[in-house]
T-cell receptor, first 112, second 114 residues
Framework: GDSVTQMEGPVTLSEEAFLTINCTYT??????LFWYVQYPGEGLQLLLK?????DKGSNKGFEATYRKETTSFHLEKGSVQVSDSAVYFC???????????FGTGTSLTVIP | DAGVIQSPRHEVTEMGQEVTLRCKPI?????LFWYRQTMMRGLELLIY????????DSGMPEDRFSAKMPNASFSTLKIQPSEPRDSAVYFC????????????FGQGTRLTVV
């Protein structure tokens, strides 16, 4: 079945450091891929998405490229800020259904 | 649109009581999802509906949990009787129900069963 595996946390970085959170997936067909962010006490918000191979999703300085050859969708940011501290979830939806599959979440803490 | 609206935001109840959580999805969305989030288990899908019909309820923990969607603009998740281990944040999400479209989440209901 479809699934998402993402990097275990927690991750702690200093401000302005480079961020990578790894995400790989298993899916039949051609899924769409998402990164969601959850700030403390809030619901999940869509951060970025990519709907086909080689697409790059980007938002707020974050980027992720849909790599079909490696079944990956790693999240990157060149210079993190304290305000980026949150939990990040990788997710997919297949192109034949409407059920979402979420990773376990990666907690990021950015220290000044 | 105001987004997905959940109520209440916080609920504290005694063990054995009935609890009802409510969700209003985004207008025009055909799919609705109920999730539970805990530190131990992370984000778990409990049930999802498509066009008001339950499609997959395999994530519902046991018979004490039930969910309904009487119309396209309202859904409930009921726990009867509630137990301390049900304490969690419960999220409702909705989507257009077509491939390649994202889900939108509500703010969640934090349930504490004492």
């Amino acid at each position: 079945g479809d699934s998402v595996t993402q990097m275990e946390g927690p991750v702690t970085l200093s401000e302005e450091a480079f961020l990578t959170i790894n995400c790989t997936y298993t899916a039949t067909g051609y899924p769409s891929l998402f990164w969601y962010v959850q700030y403390p006490g809030e619901g999940l918000q869509l951060l970025l998405k990519a709907t086909k191979a080689d697409d790059k999703g980007s938002n707020k300085g974050f980027e992720a490229t849909y790599r079909k050859e490696t079944t990956s969708f790693h999240l990157e940011k060149g210079s993190v800020q304290v305000s980026d501290s949150a939990v990040y979830f990788c997710a997919l939806i297949s192109n034949t259904g409407n059920q979402f599959y979420f990773g376990t979440g990666t907690s990021l803490t950015v220290i000044p | 649109d105001a987004g997905v609206i959940q109520s209440p935001r916080h609920e504290v109840t005694e063990m054995g009581q009935e609890v009802t959580l409510r969700c209003k999805p985004i207008s025009g969305h055909n799919s609705l999802f109920w999730y539970r989030q805990t530190m131990m288990r992370g984000l778990e899908l409990l049930i999802y509906f498509n066009n008001n019909v339950p499609i997959d309820d395999s994530g519902m923990p046991e018979d004490r949990f039930s969910a309904k969607m009487p119309n396209a603009s309202f859904s409930t998740l009921k726990i009867q009787p509630s137990e301390p281990r049900d304490s969690a944040v419960y999220f409702c999400a909705s989507s257009l129900g077509v491939p390649n479209t994202e889900a939108f989440f509500g703010q969640g209901t934090r349930l504490t069963v004492v």
